[in-house]
């Protein structure tokens, strides 16, 4: 498989192992949100990456920051992602688990992977909620959460709830028409974000169609 790159202002991130129907993703997509994490991203972040996929955005944040989670629910997508985390030199903490509003073992579900399937795939699956990870691992902050589940967005937030509250972290969430799957709305998403007090808007549209959500109270440090 030939190498693919992504090269950044201050970062390459190259790819060996990958979907080749997702190229243009991998090189070109989501210039706002990257571009955002280059000039806001602190070296002593806590960093969570939650549906890491092959691991562009482990990368980037990896070469960012020296506290990086990735979660990737599906085993021969994780593989990529490791695979392509070993040939970048780079080795932050990854979970081959799906993420969601609850923490359970064998839950079965269908989740979609993008580049795998056509549709979902049924079967059971082991969820993890981000407030039973925080807690468990006894992080003692987390600075910035990447949320792209396909159609989970809205369960992943609703397990991290307490979360957000206690550290106010920077987000990038993925909110498009996938949020259906789940029979979520966009307007759920905005008022999950009003309540704790966050300032929203949306990037790289029109695809994927992430939202960039600050802290209000954390406004001024932001790029």
């Not at 990086?68 to 990854?94: C, I, R, S, W």
């Not at 397990?159 to 307007?187: D, Q, S």
Request: charged share 25%.
């Amino acid at each position: 498989m030939e190498p693919i790159r992504r090269k950044l202002s201050t970062i390459t991130i190259e790819l060996v192992d990958y979907y080749h129907t997702l190229e243009r993703a991998y090189t070109v997509d989501e210039p706002q949100s990257y571009e955002w994490l280059i000039k806001n991203v602190k070296p002593d972040w806590v960093c969570l990456d939650i549906g890491a996929h092959v691991g562009t955005y482990t990368i980037l944040l990896s070469n960012l920051c020296s506290q990086v989670y990735a979660f990737e629910a599906n085993m021969d997508t994780f593989y990529k992602l490791e695979h392509n985390l070993q040939h970048n030199g780079l080795n932050p903490a990854t979970f081959c688990i799906a993420v969601g509003e609850k923490t359970v073992n064998q839950r079965e579900e269908r989740l979609w992977y993008a580049g795998k399937t056509s549709g979902a795939t049924k079967g059971l699956f082991d969820f993890i909620a981000i407030d039973d990870f925080v807690s468990k691992t006894n992080l003692s902050n987390v600075n910035f959460i990447k949320i792209d589940v396909d159609g989970w967005d809205y369960e992943v937030l609703q397990g991290a709830r307490k979360t957000i509250e206690k550290f106010k972290p920077a987000m990038i969430v993925e909110v498009n028409r996938g949020v259906k799957y789940r029979g979520h709305t966009t307007k759920q998403f905005i008022q999950y974000f009003y309540d704790l007090g966050y300032w929203i808007k949306g990037i790289d549209y029109p695809y994927p169609g992430n939202w960039l959500c600050l802290p209000e109270t954390k406004m001024k440090g932001f790029l």
